[in-house]
């Protein structure tokens, strides 16, 4: 039946073709701008700060941190009642939200807290409760 025609032809099988442009149609409609794209980097920033600092591990780790300078993922884990996998994702969380930084030791990371970014976020964090920025009346 098909032996002088192309199978990927859209010839061949009519009903593919409209499929194809079906589920692209859905596809792309349902593909709008991502809702980060209507928010400033600075809130965007801030919000992604604010979602590493949401877990009580990870702040703990910060405080951690801020007291030794410096250490490895295991001086963590011996210090939190966390196993080093769930230390570790936190440490990950931290460090894409650009608060902490780590350095390859060998065959362990020295991580460290992130002096220039946190002094940015907490000038951006201080700057909204400026109250000059709140103009409220309310209660």
Known sequence: MFKNQELNNFSVFPWLALIFIVILRYTIKDMGASKL????????????????????????????????????CGDIVDKLPLAQPTVSQHLKELKNAALIKGTIEGNAVCYCLDLKSMKKFRDIFNGLLEPENVKSSCC
Do not use: G, M
Not at 47 to 64: F, M, T
């Open 37 to 72: 794209d209507f928010f400033t980097k600075q809130q965007n920033e801030l919000a992604l700060v604010a979602k590493a600092l949401s877990h009580p591990a990870r702040i703990a780790i910060v405080q951690y941190l801020a007291k030794v300078n410096t250490c490895v």
